[in-house]
């Protein structure tokens, strides 16, 4: 498969797989895509440091990337007790009773749990930054940084660009796209309403080729949201993406290794196999910004009467970390808080990253064939 | 273009075009494809009578299709003044003083209007369906009756089948394409979130191919919801559908003649004409289930806090039947009451439908072409 992002970052496919794992980004890689490995559960720059020492040495001098939230506007900083005093006591009597009532395990020692928050700040994401252009210099492999929210700031561009790297940012809308164009990004990342994570309201039927006419005479775009199979990725070239950028679909990858596991799939796993095309919702009790659920007692919790209205980010993500992190230690599929595309139906089996991509590629290839014998 | 549809019904493209004008269902016809006629406005089995015969004389033997709205249970039927009374004064109240404050004129004479409701009844329906079959049988180019709510009752397939005319119903979950198809309905409809009027949850994009996998086997499956171009149609034949439904596409058509017109291009389509995609919600205003509508001052109103929760089909229609044809004999872009998907956002000019259909071809010729040099 041949696209002008395929020649730009030499790789087989034009497949940008978006994931939290270290394990599944280098998979991703291996197998011919480019993996992105998700920064934002690393506190520490040490801890990015040595994962992203572990991708060098695990992907065969193949390119990756990285993806480091830098919200759009730098986000009230201060200390974990400032932003604390911020968040409403209804709030936390809330999460602290819903948990409760959903059976989920207090964590041992009832430590305090940052996971999940201090990424989205400002200095963190700057030390990630930092951490990934050493690399990028160290090693050369890589070759692409993305960020979800917004356009990133402009030293963030200059110093990628510098070192070799690619800046990609996420749209929802036309006027996003415009925004990141201007602000020097190289990538579009188109990302519809049936995403996992955040999204706009327009779904990707309508924004890929929306963005594409908007932006891509200058700026190559990848389509997110809802890309799950070769049709789904035949769809997007002929809407017009030079690619497509996936997340929700490596959930369910064998290399798949966070959260609670007991025998077998992991529980987020199971809860995901689970699912259907129905089963997720669009909330903004995940991180104060609307974005796509896995539908669960957790969220149904949020949508019951009574439930308070979200806060806005980054207080909300303060507010669920502690949640998150007992959820996630839990042992529940009915009780899960992860970030799903509406393709969470089409995921039916573990799966090795290898196979994942060899099934894209080859019904990729079967849906063009269709295609040619219609005209 | 050729696919399984367009041999089964002598077309030149796979393009079923849904539109409440005869005008403009003809020219679909006329142009190669096929055009629906949407019955639901004719209150008279003699208006839709004579309407088809009009088609009959402007489609040079070409075929084309009817569209009735049969809501899978029989609704509670009786006369106006028995549905009426279990429509809440507040409510009344609230659509009065809304359109007294967006300054929509009063009919003349303050007559009664049933027009958009009684099509919704059964017993019009039926009668719908009585001289469509008429129709087919005397001239036989009614080839397709479709339904937009749940499966046509068995009878109602039955005896189309016995003239010669396939039966489709759109769906917007699994579930309903399989009752479909059990029902012994003969094209799936799959209609996405982003689509005009009624729709679900789940996206085109990964709609369209759950539907193929679950009964495309048996039954073809048209892609409706967010097809307004060459390459959405290319998409959603990649995707696995058998050809495209579209509805919102037609609305800035040039022989579109419906609602009020000043001069150039109706209220309407001057609305149309200036909403970008994230201009439409989807709200139970319309007809007390989820569809699309153009956001104009009118939905907002009903999303203003202190407005009523909608009311249940068909109560709701009744509620504002005397509401839509105030707003559609006004004459004020800002409030119109239109169902319309997300595509309204590619609609930028008032084009002839010959053009509009040459146009679908021609981009969809090039996106096949793109694909094949991927490959």
Redesign the interface.
């Known amino acids: 498969?041949?696209?002008e992002l395929t020649d730009r970052f030499g790789i087989d496919y034009p497949i940008f797989g978006f994931t939290p794992s270290e394990d599944v980004a280098a998979a991703i890689s291996r197998a011919g895509g480019l993996g992105v490995l998700g920064c934002v559960r690393f506190n520490e720059a040490e801890e990015l440091d040595a994962v992203l020492e572990w991708m060098h040495e695990n992907t065969d001098g193949k390119p990756f990337g990285v993806d480091i939230v830098m919200p759009a506007k730098i986000p009230t900083e201060g200390s974990q007790v400032d932003l604390d005093s911020m968040i409403p006591p209804e709030h936390r009597a809330f999460v602290e009773r819903t948990l409760d009532e959903l059976g989920v395990p207090k964590l041992a020692g009832e430590e305090r749990v940052n996971a999940g928050v201090l990424g989205w700040l400002h200095s963190v994401a700057r030390s990630h930054v930092d951490v990934a252009m050493e690399h990028a210099r160290k090693y050369g492999q890589i070759k692409l940084i993305a960020n979800a929210l917004g356009s990133p700031p402009a030293d963030v561009i200059d110093v990628s660009h510098r070192n070799g790297v690619a800046v990609a940012a996420l749209a929802g809308?036309?006027d996003h796209a415009l925004h990141h164009v201007e602000a020097g990004v190289d990538i579009v990342i188109a990302q519809?309403?049936?995403g996992g994570g955040h999204t706009?309201?327009?779904?990707?039927?309508?924004?890929w080729?929306?963005l594409v006419d908007a932006v891509g005479d200058s700026t190559p775009v990848l389509a997110a949201?809802?890309?799950g199979?070769g049709?789904?990725m035949?769809?997007?070239?002929?809407?017009?993406a030079q690619g497509v950028w996936m997340g929700t679909y490596w959930l369910t990858a064998a290399e798949y290794k966070l959260g609670a596991h007991g025998d077998g799939p992991s529980t987020i796993q199971q809860a995901l196999l689970a699912a259907?095309?129905?089963d997720t919702v669009r909330r903004r009790i995940y991180s104060g910004k609307p974005a796509r659920l896995l539908k669960t007692k957790w969220t149904d919790a949020w949508d019951a009467p009574g439930a308070p209205e979200p806060l806005p980010m980054p207080l909300q993500n303060l507010l669920v970390a502690q949640a998150h992190a007992r959820i996630s230690q839990a042992d529940d599929p009915g009780v899960v808080a992860m970030p799903a595309g509406?393709?969470v139906?089409?995921l039916n089996a573990i799966t090795p990253v290898e196979e994942l991509i060899a099934e894209l590629v080859s019904e990729?290839?079967d849906?063009?064939a269709?295609?040619?014998?219609?005209?």
Chains 1, 2 share one sequence.
């Open positions: 498969m041949r696209t809308a036309k519809g309403y049936e706009g309201e327009v779904t990707s039927m309508i924004l080729p929306e949201g809802g890309v199979s049709r789904q035949a769809a997007a070239i002929a809407l017009g259907t095309s129905r509406q393709i139906g089409r990729y290839n849906a063009v269709r295609l040619g014998k219609t005209v």
